[in-house]
């Protein structure tokens, strides 16, 4: 017997000076997706621009009741409206429309719910609950699973960044469904989890990817931004985005293809900024170039260098030709990270021999004697260890 599905009714009314007209499809269009992920069918719209909400339903009192006929209309079970509610006003209008309602900020909240296996539902109470309610409840539990999670990885992730010491690290940020996973899959040549919803990556995943020349570095994929995040799952994102506070770089991954591209790309600084990373070095990545013509292109290039101080590359995650401009990009980071040293190895430590040629990138080697010395650039990690060895003089 199939689940049954929330036929919800989109709402966008924000008021006159807060968005732009232009933007109001686009976020309405983003609030059906986030409906999806949720597991509910859009089965009607309705808009309306305010000077500001109405205090008892958030709308005008005809706008109300336009909504109601087209609840009823549509068999509507759910009405979303894309900005906040207060409580009274989300009772009020359950009140007169006969279904439930919540806001952007609620919605995103159940997908984390429901991804943390919480619940099945979108808004889902318990007996005699208000919104309020509930979302309280959901706040605790959800805080409770982070706890839980962080403690049981507490020990493994310590495990795993000392075995990453001194490895070149690079995370994946950007906006929700800018094609993050899939762009790490076609880098690395492994498969991800990757689906067409928002939110589809909740959970980090680590890849080591190869730059060329010798060099390697491990990527990070992170979930994706949303404008107007609720403020609790702030937290959430620290956990999740830990990785990202230890990385030589931050690759913002950008759909190409979205006109409001630019609206994108300050949410996620925005983020960023709440997280203390505004200032992290940075490498803007548009992502999905095939979906633009080449013309679009060098506008867009155009753009960012009039804009935007950030290093661009431009690639297609479908087009592995297209991501050899990303490896140099990185390859150059790692190279500005290395040190030129002579290390001097006695011919009897083998294996530090051996390291050094894996580890490094080598200019010259000199025998003589019982002793090797190796001219080389290596990271500073590196060069700790090779300062560390009792028998290795470093120059």
Known sequence: ?????????????????????ALIEDHLEELAHLTDTAGGEVVGYLTQRITKPNPRVYLGEGKAVEL??????????LVIFDEELTPAQGKNLEDLLGVRVMDRSEL????????????????????????LETDRRLIRKRIAILRSKLRQVAKAREVQRQQREGTFQAVLVGY???????????LSGSD????????????????????????????????GFIRKLPHHLVAS???????????????????????????????VMGVLSELGLADASKVLVFNKVDLITHAEEEMLRRR??????????????????????????????????????????PVSNGRMISKIYQEAEILNRVDENMTVSITA???????????????????
């Open 304 to 345: 960012i260098r009039a804009i935007e101080p950030t290093p661009a590359v431009f690639v297609s995650a479908k087009d592995k030709s297209t991501l050899l401009a990303l490896r140099e990009t990185l390859g150059a980071r790692v190279r500005a990270k290395l040190v030129e040293v002579v290390a001097h190895i």
């Open 68 to 77: 109601k006929e087209l609840v009823s209309d549509q068999e509507g079970d």
């Open 192 to 223: 991800l989890f990757i689906e067409d919803r928002l939110f589809a990556t909740l959970d980090s995943a680590t890849r080591s990817v190869d730059l060329g020349q010798g060099y390697q570095a491990l990527i990070t994929d992170t979930v």
């Open 237 to 267: 994102f620290h956990s999740t985005l830990e990785e990202v506070k230890e990385a030589n770089v931050l690759l913002h991954v950008i759909d190409a293809s979205r006109q409001d591209w630019e609206d994108q790309h300050d949410v």
């Open 1 to 21: 017997m199939r689940t049954p599905v929330d036929r919800a009714i989109l709402v966008g009314a924000p008021p006159h000076q807060a968005v732009d007209p």
């Open 176 to 186: 929700t469904n800018a094609g993050k996973s899939s762009l790490l899959s076609s």
């Open 377 to 395: 650039r290596v990271s500073p990690a590196f060069l700790g260890r090779l300062k560390g060895c009792p028998d290795i003089r470093v120059e």
């Open 108 to 131: 995103i909240l159940d997908i984390f719910a429901t991804r943390a296996r919480i619940r099945g539902g979108i808004g889902l109470r318990g007996p005699g609950e208000t919104q």
